[in-house]
């Protein structure tokens, strides 16, 4: 039975829009691909795929490369876009889209050659010794990925360039608020040398996201929302597709008893409200020790005061606009539950009209508790919730009391404490005295456990996850028959209970025997005189 998002992706005519959510100005319509043009894009990639595995990974390395000096020419022009399409400020466009792919493209050129080469496997049993094995990397074919708006050039290009460089096809489907970003990176990616089927995009909406799902890729890597993962995820089952799910968060930070509070406060300030409180990493539960509790929220409200709200591209702004109405509702009704059940809005907690329809302004609550909404849901938004607590086994507790697991930060002066408490938070990543700022680090894995994901991107593990790894091994002796093959009886039974012994048996005397015993079978032939 076809879904009805299937349904939508074969009608044509359905329009996107980009549109700039500080001013509401159309940036551009576009018609959304069709199921049937999705396939035939597939196709196209799955064509093109072999000759650009071919080519061999130095030479995909050396387009890289290009791409990355048009990258750095085009720096401003990229940051601008972004910041008109997705509201960030320039300068966050700056260095978590443009510095972030310019890192990815450095990580890749240093180190792909190294780590997509063949690992030898060395054999620990004595009855293989004589083989050799290795794994070998190899591309899965073409790669889909599925991004949303929130970094629409980082998370497209991140993927996209691990993918290409492990000798993949790739085709992109961007959010449909923030196509004409992924656009720029196919024109980048193009000018730099990489054939235009081998990269594509694809634009549209979630339909064309689930025809794409569907159609002939060899893996899915998507980025988005937790139930826009589970539908992907049960699609991917009907046909064992390899899914990457990189998902949202509610991600915690303790601030500890011996932590210093002002550090602490800007980096909760920052970790709230960064590209709006738009950012899967953002700080989303504050848990403060008791001690530190009052002077904390005075800081954090002090800092948020100074903050200027308004348009991405003036130098002067530090918080944009959200990127549509919808999701301003979403933090509203988060926040008006949290202030019915007893949340003190000391900052914001309200809109900003007077900017335009998608502002609102950085919120502090004091005292939410683990029921409410902003404490369970993900908000999305400019809120920093923040609760106390007594003890660091209450902190942890509160941490991992949630169904997502992305990430999670620990303040302390005490390093060796901080280490070791953030060994016990349930998440994927977990920093002591920063927060966000893992998903810059272009050699640190990037992904959840609970509900926020499945597999990696970035760094050594979301090169891995581009390719399927094939186990080869070889005999060094051809010439020989196995001993284990037939001619099986009770002197072969005797040998082989004597390799067991020679490999596992306690004490010097007892593996000298099992050794003496294995002996006889390397003499091979002798066993076949037992086989009627
Ligand atoms: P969505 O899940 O709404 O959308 C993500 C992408 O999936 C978009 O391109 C969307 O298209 C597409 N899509 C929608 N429906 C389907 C479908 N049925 N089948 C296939 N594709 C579909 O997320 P958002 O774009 O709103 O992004 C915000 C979310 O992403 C947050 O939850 C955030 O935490 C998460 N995120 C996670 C990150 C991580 O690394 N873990 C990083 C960044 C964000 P369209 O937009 O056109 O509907």
């Known amino acids: 039975m076809l879904t009805d998002l299937q349904i939508a992706a074969n009608v044509s005519g359905r329009k996107i829009a980009s549109v700039n959510p500080a001013t509401g100005e159309l940036l551009r319509e576009f018609e959304c691909a069709t199921e049937p043009e999705v396939q035939a894009t597939v196709e196209r990639a799955r064509v093109a795929q072999p000759a650009w595995a071919e080519l061999g990974i130095r030479r995909r390395l050396d387009l890289v490369s290009k791409f990355q000096r048009l990258l750095h020419q085009k720096k401003s022009e990229l940051a601008q876009l972004v910041t008109r399409e997705a509201g960030k400020p320039y300068v966050e466009a700056l260095l978590t889209e443009v510095l972030v792919v310019l890192d990815a493209a450095r990580f890749l050129i ?17 009855a293989m010794k004589t083989k050799s094995g290795h794994l070998v990397r ?15 050039f980082s998370i497209a290009a991140t993927d996209s360039l691990a993918a290409l460089v492990a000798g993949n096809a790739v085709v992109v489907k961007p959010s449909e608020f923030t196509s004409l970003t992924a656009m720029e990176l196919a024109s980048l990616l193009h000018e730099a040398g990489i054939p235009e089927d081998v990269f594509q995009v694809i634009v549209g909406d ?17 980025t988005g929302s937790v139930s826009t993962g589970k539908r992907i995820a049960q699609a ?25 509070v002002e550090i602490a406060a800007s980096g909760a300030v920052w970790g709230a ?22 002077p904390f929220l005075e800081a954090c409200v002090r800092k948020t005061g100074e903050l200027r709200v308004g348009n991405g591209t003036d130098p002067e702004t530090d918080i944009g606009p959200l990127i549509r109405e919808r999701q301003l509702r979403n933090v509203e009704s988060q926040v008006e539950d949290a202030r019915a059940q007893g949340a003190r809005v000391l900052a914001g907690g309200k809109r900003l009209p007077e900017l335009g329809a998608n502002f609102y302004a950085p919120t502090v609550l004091a005292d939410a508790t683990p029921g409410m909404r902003i404490m369970r849901e993900e908000t999305f938004g400019p809120v920093l ?44 990543t977990v920093m002591v005295n920063d927060v966000v700022s893992c998903f810059g680090i272009s050699e640190a894995p990037h992904g959840g456990v609970k509900a926020s994901g499945i597999g990696r991107s970035h760094g050594r593990l979301g090169l891995e996850e581009m390719v399927r790894i094939k186990y080869l091994d070889a005999d060094r002796l051809p010439g020989v028959e196995k001993v284990w093959w037939y001619g099986y009886g009770k002197n072969f039974t005797r040998q082989m209970e004597g390799l067991l012994d020679l490999q596992f048996a306690r004490g010097l005397g007892r593996r000298l025997r099992g050794a003496v015993r294995a002996a006889g079978a390397l003499k091979g032939k002798h066993r076949r ?4």
């Open 385 to 428: 919730p923040v609760t106390p607590f007594e003890s660091d086994e209450d902190a942890v507790r509160l941490a991992n009391d949630s169904e997502y697991g992305l990430a999670a930060s620990v303040w302390t002066s005490d390093r060796t404490r901080g280490e070791a408490l953030a060994r016990r938070v349930q998440a994927g």
């Open 206 to 222: 979630g339909a064309t996201g689930a025809a794409l799902t569907n159609a002939a890729i060899d893996k899915l890597v998507f």
């Open 529 to 532: 005189s037992e086989i009627k």
């Open 110 to 126: 240093e180190n792909a050659y190294r780590m997509l080469r063949d690992d030898p496997v060395p054999h620990g049993n004595l």
């Open 273 to 294: 409200f960064v590209n709006a409180g738009q950012a899967c990493l953002s700080v989303e539960r504050c848990y403060v020790h008791r001690s530190l509790y009052e």
């Open 138 to 152: 190899e591309p899965y074919g073409v790669i889909g990925i599925i991004s949303p708006w929130n970094y629409p």
């Open 236 to 260: 991917a089952a009907a046909r064992l597709l390899p899914v990457v799910l990189e998902l949202g968060g509610k991600d915690p930070m303790l601030v500890l008893d011996d932590a210093n």
